[in-house]
C-alpha cells in the first residue's frame, strides 16, 4: 500500500503562485507514474499533469502548459507542482495519484480509473 499526502495549497490572488508537494510513504517503490488531478466545484475530476518515475516523461493538460511544472524527487518520495500566473479558473482541490507499474503508459496518463493511490486533495484558490 502507498500513502500519499498533499500540502502546500491556499487562497491566493490571479497572477501568484503556489508550489503544492505530495509525499508518499509505504511501499513506494511499486509505484509508476505520478499525477496531479483536480475538481472544481459542481465538475467531474480533471487530469492536470503526470510525471513518469524517471521524469523522463511529463504531461500537461492544455490549459496548464507554461504556467505548472510537474516534478519529482524520488530519494523524497515527493512529487511537486509549481503553479505559476495562477487564474481564478484554476480554483480547484488538487489531488495527487500514484499508479503501479504497467497501468499507466503514453497515451493513458489522463485516465484517473488508472490509478491506484489517491490522496485526500488540498484546496487552492484563486481570487479575481
Known amino acids: 500500500q502507498v500513502q500519499l499526502v498533499e500540502s502546500g495549497g491556499g487562497l491566493v490572488q490571479a497572477g501568484e503562485s503556489l508550489r503544492l508537494s505530495c509525499a508518499a510513504s509505504?511501499?513506494?517503490?511499486?509505484?509508476?507514474?505520478m499525477a496531479w488531478f483536480r475538481q472544481a466545484p459542481g465538475k467531474e475530476r480533471e487530469f492536470v499533469a503526470a510525471?513518469?518515475?524517471?521524469?523522463?516523461?511529463?504531461y500537461a493538460e492544455s490549459s496548464v502548459k507554461g504556467r505548472f511544472t510537474i516534478r519529482r524527487e524520488n530519494a523524497k518520495n515527493t512529487v511537486y507542482l509549481q503553479m505559476n500566473s495562477l487564474k481564478p479558473k484554476d480554483t480547484a482541490v488538487y489531488f495527487c495519484?500514484?499508479?503501479?507499474?504497467?497501468?499507466?503508459?503514453?497515451?493513458?496518463?489522463?485516465?484517473?480509473?488508472?490509478?491506484?493511490?489517491w490522496g485526500q486533495g488540498t484546496q487552492v484558490t484563486v481570487s479575481s
Open positions: 510525471i513518469s518515475r524517471t521524469g523522463g516523461i511529463i
Open positions: 509505504g511501499s513506494t517503490s511499486s509505484t509508476d507514474f
Open positions: 495519484a500514484a499508479a503501479r507499474p504497467g497501468r499507466v503508459g503514453v497515451g493513458t496518463t489522463i485516465q484517473d480509473r488508472l490509478y491506484d493511490y
